[in-house]
């Protein structure tokens, strides 16, 4: 039998659709429901109810249509992670305009680098994020977004579901992350997770651990949990992973999602975990190690479901309380996806049952990118007939359950988000004494991994020195946590380089944590 599984259809997006008035539906049905809590160990911060949270997004649009901007517009998102962020976001969608949101931690050249690449009509920053936004374009201030959100109201554009929605950046196999374009489908898409891995309703109340401008936490963090009129809590500026715990207790929690790492963190200070009202919990980001997961059900009497997914369709692959998949699989494909394993090179036709290959999306789901911005070849260069092609490999067994094998590419996972060891390693050659570097992942105690850099240099460089270079180029999740020089790197008969090699340059401890 071969590597390919589907359950079921998905029902079709709705003609005319939009994205934002999809996600605020319920401000019409529960609109004095809480939608929106901002919380740290203290208290509530902020409270956001569906009718106040609708209002504010359609009051930011019509103050976007009154700068003048127009349908297709791109705004670049240069926001913390505070309410501005999805209140703005939702804003642009609502009127047909094109947010692009980014991490508040790309440094001066990387935002360049994507204003040159997106040519944005605007720039939204707020106070840290203010000297990024050196160009021409029509400049928010934080203050400004503030005011309009309490002005007139706009009315939601709909139109074709497949019409351009949003952008976001993604690290590739190239020196430069690649531009994801989604359509306003996308959101439709999302319910096959909100069944088959959340297992969330109205009633429930869901913690997100990560950054609004993350897609993993706009997403299942916000959207999901509006769209079906549940009540989303997300930390405020003063909140950090250390309070999570006593978080969830106190406001109830019924859901948690985090990536990996912050499991990890919160279980290195504890032992048992009291959260009555925690029912279960996500994750997705990069594989979850067996031993956090184990730590974290013995102290909490709860379990992790894991999801698998990327920045060009989400996830599509989850394990959820129905299935309970084994520790070394991260779940099924869901209902209505069609998933299968293809061979590593070759044809459209997926290996045997327990072979390992690519895992591949059909591109009929509705979930899926519209493409790669500015880049028609890297776009065709992911499909292979009617198959998407993710780069990560796995097998697939007879019910559908697939193991994950890790990535088929130079792609290396930093606390959750995917980094290029290309555009890393690009990034550290500028440096004018370094003659050659490999970047690498590295393991420095069990389940935890950071980011290495292997070098060669025309003088001995100092792991500071390269440390206050990267930081300068690269986003705090991109630069390396070690740097090791070396006489020569590891390069194979044809000249490729031997990444497998590099740990062999390690001395005998190498613990950078």
Not at 78 to 103: E, H, Q
Not at 109 to 137: D, N
Not at 144 to 157: I, Y
Request: overall charge neutral; charged content about 20%.
């Amino acid at each position: 039998m071969l590597s390919v599984y589907g359950n079921g259809d998905h029902p079709r997006c709705p003609t005319p659709f939009n994205l934002a008035a999809h996600a605020l539906s319920f401000a019409e049905i529960t609109p004095n429901k809480p939608a929106l809590l901002m919380v740290n160990a203290k208290n509530v911060t902020e409270t956001w109810s569906y009718r106040d949270l609708r209002n504010a997004v359609l009051s930011t649009a019509f103050g976007f249509l009154k700068k003048g901007l127009n349908s297709g517009d791109r705004i670049l998102l240069r926001l913390g992670n505070t309410v501005d962020f999805p209140i703005a976001y939702l804003a642009a969608i609502a009127v047909d305009l094109v947010p692009v949101p980014t991490s508040s931690q790309l440094t001066e050249c990387e935002v360049q680098s994507i204003i040159l690449a997106i040519q944005p009509k605007a720039i939204l920053t707020s106070l840290e994020t203010q000297s990024s936004a050196q160009t021409s374009t029509v400049q928010f201030s934080p203050l400004e977004l503030k005011e309009m959100q309490n002005g007139p109201l706009a009315e939601f554009v709909y139109g074709d579901p497949n019409r351009l929605a949003y952008i976001v950046f993604t690290s590739g196999t190239s020196a430069h992350p690649h531009a994801v374009m989604h359509a306003h489908r996308a959101i439709w898409a999302r319910q096959m997770m909100v069944r088959d891995w959340y297992e969330i309703s109205s009633s429930d109340r869901l913690l997100h651990a990560g950054a609004f401008n993350w897609t993993f936490t706009l997403g299942t963090g916000l959207l999901d949990p509006w769209a079906i009129g549940a009540t989303a809590l997300a930390l405020d500026t003063s909140s950090n992973f250390e309070t999570i715990p006593a978080l969830l207790e106190k406001y109830r929690v019924s859901l948690f999602a985090a990536a990996p790492g912050i499991y990890r963190k919160i279980m290195k200070n504890i032992t048992n975990l009291n959260a009555p009202h925690l029912r279960h919990e996500l994750c997705a980001g990069e594989k979850l190690p067996p031993s956090v997961s184990e730590e974290w059900t013995k102290a909490t009497g709860t379990k992790i479901y894991e999801a698998f997914g990327m920045t060009e369709c989400s996830t599509f692959i989850s394990n959820n309380p129905r299935l309970n998949c084994g520790k070394n699989s991260i779940g099924k494909p869901q209902t209505g996806r069609r998933v299968a394993i293809l061979p590593k090179e070759g044809d459209d036709q997926p290996v045997a049952l327990g072979i390992a290959g690519i895992i591949a999306l059909d591109t009929s789901d509705c979930g899926l990118m519209l493409g790669y911005l500015n880049s028609t070849k890297s776009t065709e260069d992911t499909y292979r007939e009617n198959w998407f092609l993710t780069g990560d490999m796995g097998k697939m067994e007879a019910d559908g359950t697939i193991t994950y094998l890790g990535r088929s590419d130079d792609m290396i996972n930093a606390g959750g988000f995917r980094v290029s060891q290309i555009e890393v390693e690009a990034a550290l050659l500028s440096h004018s004494d370094i003659l050659t570097v490999a970047v690498s992942e590295i393991e420095i105690t069990k389940d935890v991994t950071i980011i290495a850099a292997f070098f060669t240099a025309k003088s001995d460089l100092s792991e500071d020195d390269l440390k206050t270079f990267a930081s300068t180029r690269l986003a705090r999740y991109k630069q390396p946590r070690a740097y090791f020089q070396c006489e020569s790197l590891p390069y194979g008969p044809n000249g490729k380089l031997l990444r497998p090699a590099l740990k062999q340059k390690l001395g005998p401890s190498h613990d950078q944590a």
